[in-house]
């Protein structure tokens, strides 16, 4: 098998393990990553949300937040699972995707 | 290490934007030089793998969790250029469609690691594993310490980023405007986490694949390809 065949199975492999990087964090309670905190966490930690952040953190409504469905924050981890599993086939597809135009673009040699 | 909106303020933001365009423009003109049609599959997995390994987020048990970028290994078998193209556009569809990182914080996210971390992984291995022959013990170990130091070095930069910020931006009252924390705070969590924990992720995880590839497909580790 050529390696390139075999680098896409170690993707596909990768995307379907995903869901640990959801799991591991909830099993050993740790909370958000350093300096990307929610506004409810931001609150607890310095007692106040500063102005600038509260005003730009709400510039962008992403499709998928935190790669998973608006409305699913209650859901159970079975399901968050499953919507990180597709959001990193919709991601990835897209990142791919993008390469592949921009390297046909780059690739196009001038004559 | 994404940084979100809100957490730098408006310098910062244009500075690293307006530092990454020609970082960008350069990028796309090496690139352009040296990558062959054949490799542009490989780009595209560099991108993915990147995308992917940055969301196994690792847990500090009670505390923060963190991630490995996968951009040493890009940059050790692309070359560090066709690596910041990939990274930027991974993070760049991570900021977008998922929010992970924020719109305004792309050019100082992609400077962090699809910029620095790449190069500085790059020029790391490329000094360890210097002379050695492909499959030998060194390139290992050279991939893992590599991937260690620039994971690490993103993490300070990132720090940094973050500390610098009271300073710049405060209200009348003294209440900071955008990340909260100084200096004295951000770069010893930041780098401390990452020295701990998720750099030992990056550099294991580089390590592995060089090791791998030794056996499997030694052609890609030949350098001067790209």
């Known amino acids: 098998m050529k390696t390139v065949t075999k680098f896409w199975i170690g993707i596909a492999v990768l995307i379907i393990l995903s869901p640990l990087g959801l799991i591991m964090p909830e099993h050993f309670k740790a909370g958000a990553a350093w300096g990307e905190w929610g506004a409810d966490e931001m609150v607890s930690l310095v007692g106040y949300i500063p102005n600038g952040l509260e005003k730009l953190s709400g510039l962008w409504s992403a499709p998928l937040p935190d790669y998973a469905f608006k409305g699913w924050e209650e859901k159970g981890l079975p399901d968050l699972s499953l919507a990180y599993i597709i959001s990193a086939i919709v991601g990835i597809g897209i990142t791919v995707l993008a390469v592949f135009l921009i390297g046909k673009m780059l690739t196009k040699k001038d004559n | ?226």
């Open chain 2, 1 to 226: 290490m994404h940084i979100p909106d809100g957490y730098l303020g408006p310098t910062t933001c244009g500075f690293f934007y307006v530092v990454m365009a020609p970082i960008w423009a350069v990028a796309s003109k090496v690139v352009k030089k040296t990558l062959k049609a054949k490799q542009v599959p490989l780009l595209a997995i560099g991108a993915a793998f990147s995308f992917v390994i940055m969301m196994f987020n690792v847990p500090i048990p009670g505390g923060t969790t963190g991630h490995a970028v996968g951009g040493v290994l890009v940059a050790i078998l692309l070359g560090p250029w066709a690596a910041c193209i990939a990274i930027t556009v991974a993070l760049v569809v991570q900021a977008l469609l998922f929010g992970d990182g924020g719109i305004t914080a792309i050019g100082a996210n992609c400077f962090n690691m699809a910029f620095v971390l790449p190069f500085a992984g790059y020029y790391i291995y490329r000094f360890i594993s210097y002379n050695s022959p492909v499959n030998s013990n060194r390139r290992v170990i050279a991939a893992g310490i590599a991937g260690y130091i620039a994971l690490n070095i993103a993490a300070g930069l990132t720090g940094f980023e973050f500390g610098i910020q009271p300073m710049l931006h405060k209200t009348a009252l003294g209440q900071a405007l955008y990340c909260p924390y100084g200096l004295n705070a951000a770069l010893p969590a930041m780098l401390g986490e990452h020295m701990l924990i998720f750099g030992w992720v990056e550099a294991i995880v580089t390590a592995l694949v060089v090791k791998y590839l030794q056996k499997q497909d030694p052609g890609l580790l030949e350098e001067g390809r790209m």
